[in-house]
T-cell receptor, first 114, second 114 residues
């Protein structure tokens, strides 16, 4: 059974650019959630994907968007990058067996916006 | 929306002593409360969880208690060891119209002094 993997592990972008982060969910998991973790803070929920559709969203602007593919992998896209977007971006996958089951995190992508 | 407060933000204990971390939540609909351990530069990993129909759960040196009436839950680590040093996050999860929204606390940095 493979775990959750994210790519790339580190990324440096310039303000105003666009970025795409990728996540492969754990085998057997069809739900993927994305989180932003600023330094010294807890993860903040961005959105969740289930069956290739966004089915929940936190307090993030529309320039944060995503996709989920038939194999349940997912992408997080951020347009018009701002300095405050610098953070660790985590994805987590879980099985949709029942509400509120354990989520397994990837190792994260450290995004630095300069 | 849900708001999770976590205290203390930092905690230092001598090896062998107990450590207690406390969290409160605001949304009475939250029904799943996971605790994550995050070591420096690594992904958050679930260490214990509790559902709202249970008041206490124990796994070896780790225990969690939940008081639904007061909307607070606590993590207890007994016989602490240096490898317990990490940042611990509590979280409250709500089944919001078909998706699982997880709100994290701000974290507690635990240092176990040998």
């Amino acid at each position: 059974e493979t775990g959750v993997t994210q790519s790339p592990t580190h990324l440096i972008k310039t303000r105003g650019q666009q970025v795409t982060l990728r996540c492969s969910s754990q085998s057997g998991h069809n739900t993927v959630s994305w989180y932003q973790q600023a330094l010294g803070q807890g993860p903040q929920f961005i959105f969740q994907y289930y069956r290739e559709e966004e089915n929940g969203r936190g307090n993030f602007p529309p320039r944060f968007s995503g996709l989920q593919f038939p194999n349940y992998s997912s992408e997080l896209n951020v347009n018009a990058l701002e300095l405050d977007d610098s953070a660790l971006y985590l994805c987590a996958s879980s099985p949709w067996q029942s509400p509120n089951t354990e989520a397994f995190f990837g190792q994260g992508t450290r995004l630095t916006v300069v | 929306g849900e708001n999770v407060e976590q205290h203390p933000s930092t905690l230092s204990v001598q090896e062998g002593d107990s450590a207690v971390i406390k969290c409160t939540y605001s949304d009475s609909a939250s029904n799943y409360f996971p605790w994550y351990k995050q070591e420096l530069g690594k992904r958050p990993q679930l260490i214990i969880d509790i559902r709202s129909n249970v008041g206490e759960k124990k796994d070896q040196r780790i225990a969690v208690t939940l008081n639904k009436t007061a909307k607070h839950f606590s993590l207890h680590i007994t016989e602490t060891q240096p490898e317990d040093s990490a940042v611990y996050f509590c979280a409250a999860s709500t089944d919001s119209g078909g998706y699982q929204k997880v709100t994290f606390g701000t974290g507690t940095k635990l240092q176990v002094i040998p």
